[in-house]
Nanobody
Framework: QVQLVESGGGLVEAGGSLRLSCAAS????????MGWFRQAPGKEREFVAA????????YYADSVTGRFTISRDNARNTVNLQMNSLKPEDTAVYYC???????????????????WGQGTQVTVSS
């Protein structure tokens, strides 16, 4: 089992940047693929980015490709989301999530992740 705590959200102007972090507790962090999702008011939670256990494979939603970068540090039990060129439509609560499945599967559904953080708010003003 793993506990996840996100941080780094805030208010930023369009075109700006934010870096989200997710700290994981437990000794088995490197056993989990990690993902970032977001949920805007009145919308379903959607996939943003994911990274496999070793960090060797990353993939992104089309809407953030080229602007967001996911990374992880297994020695520090953290996963990060660098968000550049932010747009008002990026406004949402951002969640990190952990998935214990084999690392060669592309996992973009909320049901495929077993553990979730409490979320951090990102607001992008126009």
């Amino acid at each position: 089992q793993v506990q996840l705590v996100e941080s780094g959200g805030g208010l930023v102007e369009a075109g700006g940047s934010l870096r989200l972090s997710c700290a994981a507790s437990g000794r088995t962090f490197s056993s989990y693929n990690m993902g970032w999702f977001r949920q805007a008011p009145g919308k379903e939670r959607e996939f943003v980015a994911a990274i496999t256990r070793s960090g060797g494979w990353t993939y992104y939603a089309d809407s953030v490709t080229g602007r967001f970068t996911i990374s992880r540090d297994n020695a520090r039990n953290t996963v990060n989301l660098q968000m550049n060129s932010l747009k008002p439509e990026d406004t949402a609560v951002y969640y990190c999530a952990a998935d214990p499945s084999p690392p060669f599967l592309r996992r973009t559904r909320t049901s495929e992740y077993d553990y979730w953080g409490q979320g951090t708010q990102v607001t992008v003003s126009s």
